[in-house]
């Protein structure tokens, strides 16, 4: 017998979720109970993914893709908690967007705009290489073209945190957001692991080997992963080059607005929203910068509280989009994109470590 906080009926997809979502009336608010337990939902759930990741082998891949496959899990098993959607989509809508405003604390402006300017160059041509390489290859594939952009997003710019920026402007589905969350999560940790293996036999100083890990590895997590045993030099430099292509996320957010709207990429009369929350990542940005720890003392144990903050409030946005993830439905439609994100991140490894 089903549990009451589920469908009466199984779900064949998540269109026929989101049809029964909206056809009920709309002027009748949940009940506050109901939404407070939808976001207490996403925050257990978050909390077991922290868990699940203290398990060896599950600890490569983090705490934020742990969190997406027990939310996967729990849909194809249990399916869509119902009453609870309002609280869910609380989490990964609004959260998911405080997330990305937190996220501008981890961008050091000073240190990019004053030591980083030349990396910029490479930061720019790694971000226009992983786009457009994932698109022909996609579109060679006949691959979906929404996922596949947030791939290339993702492996260009700084991971899930460029494809939770970039969704809601190409007007991306949950699923789709989830399920290109979890795949650059676990490639990203891949190729760290595999850099860290094949360090000690590559010629490279540690500085040159921390730059070529923060211009091609996929998340800051990976970089700090692949770069650190190199020592401070090879990481320094590795975060610097990571902040490069994080700083550069604003403006390609803005230019796939711009052809968004030039192109008529729309559904229907949809209009697209302004992203607010990148002028609130910058704010952020420039706070962190110029104000905490020069105008205002932080401790150390302050700036880390405030990362892992940052860490658990994007999980929780992400185990609500996980929740929309059916597995049925995207068997064959994840596996040409994430074909076409490992080609690309192979050639973009390949190519950045010969110009280095």
């Known amino acids: 017998m089903a549990s009451p906080l589920h ?48 398990i060896p082998g599950f600890d490569r891949v983090g705490p934020l893709a742990c969190a997406i496959l027990i939310a996967v899990a729990y849909r194809q098993f249990w399916g869509y908690p119902e009453p609870l959607r309002s609280g869910i989509q609380f989490s990964a809508k609004r959260l998911l967007r405080l997330a990305i ?5 981890k961008l050091n402006m000073g240190v990019v705009l004053h030591q980083g300017l030349g990396l910029l160059v490479y930061d720019a041509g790694v971000i226009v290489f992983s786009i457009a390489l994932t698109m022909l290859i996609a579109k060679w594939l006949k691959a979906d073209t929404s996922l596949s952009l947030m791939l290339g997003v993702g492996t260009g710019v700084c991971g899930a945190a460029a494809i939770a920026a970039v969704s809601p402007i190409i007007q991306a589905k949950d699923e789709d957001t989830a399920i290109g969350v979890g795949i650059i999560a676990l490639v990203g940790t891949v190729f760290a692991i595999a850099y860290t293996v094949l360090r000690p036999f590559l010629p490279m100083t540690a500085v040159d080997y921390g730059m070529w890990s923060g211009i091609s590895l996929h998340e800051i997590a990976h970089v700090a992963l692949a ?4 020592g401070q030099d ?18 390609l957010c ?47 144990a302050f700036n880390a509280g405030v990362a892992q903050l940052t860490t658990f409030v994007l ?10 993830v ?31």
Do not use: C
């Not at 770069?227 to 190199?230: D, E, F, G, Q, R």
């Open 315 to 324: 999980t929780m946005a992400m185990v609500g989009l996980g929740l929309n």
């Open 326 to 356: 059916n597995l049925r439905a995207l068997r064959s439609k994840a596996a040409k994109p994430l074909i076409a994100m490992s080609i690309t991140s192979i050639l973009l490894s390949a190519l950045s470590y010969m110009l280095i």
């Open 227 to 230: 770069a650190a045993p190199a």
């Open 7 to 54: 469908e009466s009926a199984p779900l064949n997809d998540n269109d026929q979720a989101s049809v029964k979502a909206e056809s009920k009336p709309h002027n009748i608010p949940a009940p506050v109970s109901f939404w407070l337990g939808g976001v207490a939902f996403t925050f257990v759930i978050a909390l077991l993914g922290y868990g699940l990741a203290y």
């Open 254 to 300: 803005f230019l796939l607005m711009f052809w968004m709207k030039r192109s008529g990429k729309r559904q229907g009369a949809a209009k697209i929203e302004f992203p607010w929350f990148l002028i609130g990542f910058l704010v952020m940005s420039l706070f962190g910068s110029y104000v905490l720890g020069k105008h205002i003392p932080v401790s150390a």
């Open 101 to 105: 405003i937190l996220y501008g604390l």
């Open 234 to 251: 090879g990481l320094a430099m590795g975060l610097l080059a990571k902040l490069g292509r994080v700083l550069l996320l604003v403006p």
